[in-house]
């Protein structure tokens, strides 16, 4: 049992003096698994050190025949520190991966326990083996003899590395399919490893070189700092960002963050090539490193300042807003560049709870919702949380009616004033109430769809109601000769919007001509190659097009003349200054706009007509259609099919 070799020891201590030189150069986020990891490499350093005086020894001791060189009791201590290091590294790398993989509040849970029992059973049967010689023991030559119960070295630490392997291997959120698969190759070769020592090699300790092997590959690894460097600035990145807040929230250990969304970049003439905007960031960081006790990190045109502390955001921001606004000197530029940003501030604990909170203001903040001016701080107060509230809770009605095709389409009739009866209608979407927060206008869920990237989903929900609404109830059999259909500016953008409209069109089998689109200047505007494409193969085809909300925005006539038009829709409100009290130059704008309009032949609808007066008034300039509440608000299907009833004589 003697004549053990150091060799492999020599060759750990080696490997693990680069790994702590490495860890303690490159800049390590202020987490505990990396003081766990810190304090393993230091350890294994220890145990390989301990490990290899104390082999040597025994082993100049036997060589030399039984001639000591220290006590007995020297060995003793020796080799019991060595099987306590062990103990203890394993539940070092127990509790790392328990940290790694740990939700918020989770209790330890009975594996914790029984584990727990055995690691105490294990320090026992080290402990007083002196005493029982049950594990290991010396013999009168001084050489070291294995215990009866000697296995349990091995046994012990192989319950807790495999059991801290499958709680990384059954991590849902935290491990990614490559480091399961590092993960399985280190147990695997650590397993291989210390059957082959125990069967072929005793007179080597290659056990504790592998696990050097391993920990210097888990460093370049799973564990690599880089993996949370961002290379431009040298501050953090995203995922640095998500472990750390993790770790806060989860330790309930309190911060302030200060938050950078980065929108433009002032004092550039021309161009600002993609090397000067990287310059500009890394200058910026340099700048805020400076601030005592924080982490910096960056995510694209995001920074993100974690203070140590809650209100310590609050007492830097003036010195920040200065860094903007002097901006940062670039070579080749004779002005700074000024940074222009929305800054937003907040606490834990306070106004957030959870990782995925975190996420959310931030989300939130950046979708432009509640940024009130550029380079001045923003807090989080009731306000900002009632209206995100508000936001999310619309969000949740908009992917619940997608679920469930749970939207309902109203219609409001519009009135031909030539012919006196009801030709057309549009078609207005209503989200079902769900007893939850009530009515909510299309006006306020339509941008947020379209923020949400949920637009067209829903849009293609409303166009199979109307369709399927138009077929089922027949609607040319009661006189009407089109349905007014809104598109928004997002669905003007999509170049397979022929092909959509088209197969649903044809599906129904419904006239093409029975559907003329509203669509907005803004709309128009945004997209105007790609709409006047979708246009032209929408009016081969049959259908026609209203020009919306005319007079509510720089309306003019370019876009008349640019894009074919049958239609035009005077806004609410331009009809509703003409008859309201204001002055007669602005009042003009009605009267002005009909003629024109006339001149170039569309017709024209007025929306928005709440009085007989207004009607009288609005026949007499010549417009053709009417639209208004004076003849109904929209209303449910089955209300507009009585309607119809009622007034159209034809049916
Ligand atoms: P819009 O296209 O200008 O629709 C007309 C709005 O004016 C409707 O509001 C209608 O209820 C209201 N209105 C009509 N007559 C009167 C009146 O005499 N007095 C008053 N005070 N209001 C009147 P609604 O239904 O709340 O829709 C608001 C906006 O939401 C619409 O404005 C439209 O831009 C959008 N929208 C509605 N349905 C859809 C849809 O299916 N798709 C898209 N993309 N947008 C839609
Ligand atoms: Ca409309
Ligand atoms: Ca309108």
């Known amino acids: 049992m003697s004549n053990y070799n150091a060799y492999f020891e020599i060759a750990s201590i080696f490997f693990l003096v680069l790994i702590l030189l490495l860890v303690s150069i490159k800049r390590q986020l202020d987490i505990v698994q990396n003081k766990i990891f810190y304090w393993g490499i230091v350890l294994m350093l220890f145990l390989n050190i301990v490990d290899a005086l104390s082999a040597n020894l025994i082993n100049y001791e036997s060589i030399h025949s039984g001639q000591k060189v220290v006590s007995i009791y020297i060995h003793w201590g020796l080799s019991i520190l060595t099987f306590l290091i062990q103990q203890i590294l394993v539940q ?55 215990g009866p119960l ?92 998500m472990v750390m807040i993790n770790e806060r929230i989860t330790r ?3 911060f302030s963050v200060l938050f950078l969304s980065i929108c433009d970049f002032e004092n550039i003439k021309d161009g600002f090539s993609a090397e000067n905007k990287k310059h500009v960031y890394s200058r910026l960081c340099q700048k805020l490193f400076k601030i005592p006790k924080t982490d910096v990190f960056r995510e694209e045109d995001r920074l993100y300042i974690l203070f140590n502390d809650t209100s310590k955001a609050e007492k830097y921001d003036k010195m920040v807003e200065g860094w903007l606004k002097d901006g940062i000197k670039v070579e080749g530029m004779h002005e700074p560049v000024k940074i222009v940003a929305e800054m937003l501030s907040f606490d834990f604990p306070g106004r957030i709870h959870t990782v995925e909170e975190f996420n959310s203001i931030i989300k939130y903040f950046v979708m432009g919702n509640y940024y009130k001016s550029y380079n001045v701080l923003q807090f989080i107060n009731e306000e900002f949380f009632q209206k995100k509230k508000r936001y999310e809770d619309v969000r949740r009605l908009i992917e619940e009616a997608i679920r469930t095709d749970g939207v309902e389409i109203f219609y409001q009739p ?6 006196d009866t009801f030709l057309s209608a549009e078609a207005l979407v209503r989200l079902k109430d769900r007893q939850t927060i009530g009515f909510v206008s299309p006006e306020e869920f339509i941008p947020i769809a379209e923020k949400e990237h949920l637009i067209l989903q829903l849009e293609n929900i409303i166009l199979r109601e109307i369709c399927r609404f138009v077929k089922q109830e027949r609607l040319q059999d009661y006189g009407l000769e089109y349905i007014e259909v809104n598109l928004s500016g997002n669905q003007c953008m999509q170049t397979d919007l022929y092909e ?43 259908a026609s097009f209203a020009l919306d909300d005319y007079g509510s925005g720089c309306s003019n006539l370019q876009y008349l003349v640019e894009f074919p038009f049958e239609i035009v829709k005077l806004d609410k409100e331009i009809v509703w200054t003409y008859f309201g009290k204001g002055n007669q130059k602005v009042k003009s704008v009605l009267p002005l706009s009909v003629n024109m309009l006339h001149d170039i032949d569309v017709r024209i609808v007025a929306e928005g007509v709440e009085t007989e007066e207004q009607k009288d008034e609005l026949i007499r300039m010549g417009v053709q259609y009417l639209q208004g509440y004076y003849f109904s608000k929209p209303i449910s299907e089955q209300e507009f099919i009585q309607f119809l009833k009622k007034h159209n004589s034809c049916v």
């Open 92 to 146: 070092l790398f127990l509790v790392y991966v328990t940290i790694a993989t740990r939700d918020i509040g989770e209790k330890a849970g009975l594996p914790f326990y029984i584990l727990s029992c055995i690691s105490i059973v294990y320090y026992i049967l080290i402990l007083s083996t002196p005493f029982t010689k049950w594990i290991f023991f010396f013999d009168e030559q001084g050489a070291y003899q294995y």
């Open 414 to 419: 519009i009135y031909s004033t030539q012919k």
């Open 500 to 542: 959509q409209l088209h197969s649903l069109i044809e599906e129904y089998e419904i006239s093409p001509g029975f559907i003329n689109f509203e669509v907005t200047e803004t709309s128009a505007i945004d997209n105007s190659e790609c709409l006047i494409q979708n246009m032209q193969q929408l009016l081969d085809y049959g």
């Open 252 to 254: 309930s250990k309190p």
């Open 150 to 241: 000697h296995s349990v070295l091995h046994i012990t630490p192989a319950i807790f590395g495999l059991y801290a392997c499958i709680r990384m291997l059954l991590d849902k959120k935290r491990f990614g399919r490559m480091q399961k698969i590092y993960v399985v190759i280190f147990a695997a070769i650590l397993t291989i490893g210390t059957l082959l020592q125990v069967i072929f090699l005793p007179n080597y300790l290659i056990i504790y070189f592998l696990v050097t092997i391993i920990l210097t590959a888990v460093f370049f690894t799973l564990h690599s700092p880089d993996y949370y460097l961002d290379k431009t600035t040298m501050a953090f990145n995203h995922e640095g960002l």
